[in-house]
């Protein structure tokens, strides 16, 4: 669900035209489970929330620049506004939501947690995740679940280029279209154990998945094509080594 701080029950209040951004994050490192912290006035600022290991709740009223919430570890974090570059770049645990959209690398290379982006992800959104789920209440933009190794990638709207490319064995579900599937991508049968997880994190995702159902979704991962080396493809590294060798020497002969 949405986070929602009642009026009187909130710890901190922070202004970041007047306070520094290292003073809101020391606070929030020093602070201890069960507190509350509103943050305003963020106009954009980068860094914002970043590192937090307890089991705390944050707010920040407005839209904030790079690396929100990154390295989190524990609590939630909603961002009423959006967001630039790397929102929870290397998220652990806990939750890490947006109202509204994220640019690039929503998500990277998350081993654990959620992150909810009400409105649309940009490039490479969910890139190298590794355990991580990320529901996206909107479109997601081209390369994102780049080379993917564990979790899941929830897309409410449609999907860009190149899909997936080089993916693992994370899973990614598109309700929308697809541009195109990156390599080694593939679209696999949607089981009752992907529709079961599905259904859990579109309801755990409120409000970015609500009045949304599993069965308009379908699923995508990996063909498992590159996990082994064959010797074909030093065949056809050879080949295209001795192609441009042999263009580059017409090309100078021709020049005479």
């Given amino acids: 669900m949405r986070l929602h701080l009642e009026p009187g029950g909130v710890t901190g209040r922070f202004d970041l035209s007047a306070v520094s951004r290292r003073e809101l994050n020391q606070a929030l490192h020093d602070a201890s489970a069960?507190?509350?912290f509103e943050v305003v006035n963020p106009r954009g600022a980068h860094a914002v929330a970043c590192g937090i290991t307890a089991d705390i709740d944050v707010v920040v009223r407005g839209s904030v620049g790079y690396y929100c919430a990154g390295m989190h570890q524990r609590g939630r974090v909603l961002v009423e506004g959006n967001a630039s570059t790397g929102l929870a770049?290397?998220?652990?645990?806990?939750?890490?939501r947006?109202?509204?959209?994220?640019?690039?690398s929503a998500g990277a290379t998350g081993c654990g947690g959620l992150v909810v982006v009400?409105?649309?992800?940009?490039a490479r959104c969910g890139i190298s995740m590794k355990g991580v789920d990320i529901v996206v209440g909107g479109d997601v933009g081209h390369m994102s679940a780049f080379m993917a190794q564990a979790g899941n990638l929830v897309v409410c709207g449609d999907a860009a280029a190149d899909l997936g490319d080089s993916i693992y064995e994370a899973q990614i579900f598109?309700?929308?279209?697809?541009?195109?599937?990156g390599a080694d991508c593939i679209e696999k049968e949607m089981r009752p154990a992907h529709t079961e997880t599905l259904s859990r994190l579109l309801a755990a995702a409120s409000p970015a998945g609500d009045g949304v159902d599993a069965s308009e979704f379908r699923r995508y991962g990996s063909a498992r094509r590159l996990?082994?080396?064959t010797i074909d493809d030093v065949d056809a590294a050879a080949r295209q080594a001795r192609e441009r060798s042999e263009g580059e020497r017409d090309a100078r002969e021709a020049a005479r």
């Fill in 34 to 36: 069960g507190e509350s």
């Fill in 89 to 96: 770049e290397n998220i652990m645990s806990g939750e890490v």
């Fill in 98 to 104: 947006i109202t509204g959209n994220a640019t690039m």
């Fill in 118 to 122: 009400g409105g649309n992800a940009g």
């Fill in 174 to 181: 598109v309700r929308g279209d697809v541009e195109s599937l």
């Fill in 227 to 229: 996990y082994n080396f």
